[in-house]
């Protein structure tokens, strides 16, 4: 079969709290072209009903055409806007892109943190944060008016590019770190996974590392 259906896999998190501040360490061991790793984010209050956020690292079409992004849906303002813009096909909103050169091998932590509020609604700011404390900005993006602190949380691997067979994907695997929230004052914790129909993946739990393994693919880079 051939189909770019559910060809994702996502490891969820509990947290105990709303966050204000949400830190996602990850470890990408291997990884293909149109692979997309990312920490997606619901907010507790929602005023359109599917109000949401990602933060994340993309390999395009080559191992030196590496990206982050940071994305909020219903988004009405982003900055700066030299690498801003809307999106849409998948829903509406604002996306910010850098160019990202990351390692694999090396740990990154994904931060968002909540802002400050404006008329053009509630501002959240994304970071990559190398294993060595370098920060690097993406972005800052306005969430509707009246949206709230963050509730859920998930890693998620997703392959995007040109259709493949299910059982034909290349591979991609990347190791996740329970998030810290609220300046690193708890930790979540595990919840279920989910994996698509069509990854050829599995999530391997360690519970004395606190790691999950997600892995998708079978094929050879």
């Not at 982003?78 to 850098?98: L, M, V």
């Not at 859920?152 to 929230?181: H, M």
Request: aromatic letters at 10%.
């Amino acid at each position: 079969m051939h189909s770019n259906t559910k060809m994702d896999i996502y490891q969820d998190w509990l947290l105990k709290d709303p966050a204000w501040n949400l830190d996602s360490p990850l470890r990408v061991d291997r990884i293909s072209n149109s692979y997309f790793v990312a920490t997606t984010i619901n907010f507790e209050q929602s005023p359109n009903g599917d109000d949401g956020a990602y933060v994340g690292i993309q390999q395009r079409t080559s191992k030196t055409d590496r990206i982050a992004i940071f994305s909020i849906w219903n988004a009405s303002a982003a900055k700066p806007a030299s690498r801003c813009r809307d999106f849409g096909g998948e829903g509406d909103g604002k996306q910010c892109t850098i160019d990202f050169d990351f390692d694999t091998s090396r740990w990154y932590t994904l931060r968002v943190w909540r802002l400050d509020v404006s008329q053009d609604g509630q501002w959240w700011g994304a970071w990559v944060i190398d294993d060595q404390g370098q920060e690097t900005w993406i972005g800052s993006i306005a969430a509707p008016l009246g949206t709230g602190d963050i509730a859920r949380s998930s890693t998620f691997l997703e392959y995007y590019g040109p259709p493949r067979p299910c059982d034909n994907l290349k591979p991609a695997t990347v190791v996740a770190r329970r998030p810290f929230f609220n300046n690193r004052s708890a930790e979540a914790k595990k919840s279920g996974s989910t994996i698509g129909v069509c990854a050829d993946g599995v999530v391997i739990l360690n519970d004395t590392t606190a790691e999950s393994v997600i892995t998708m693919g079978v094929g050879e880079i």
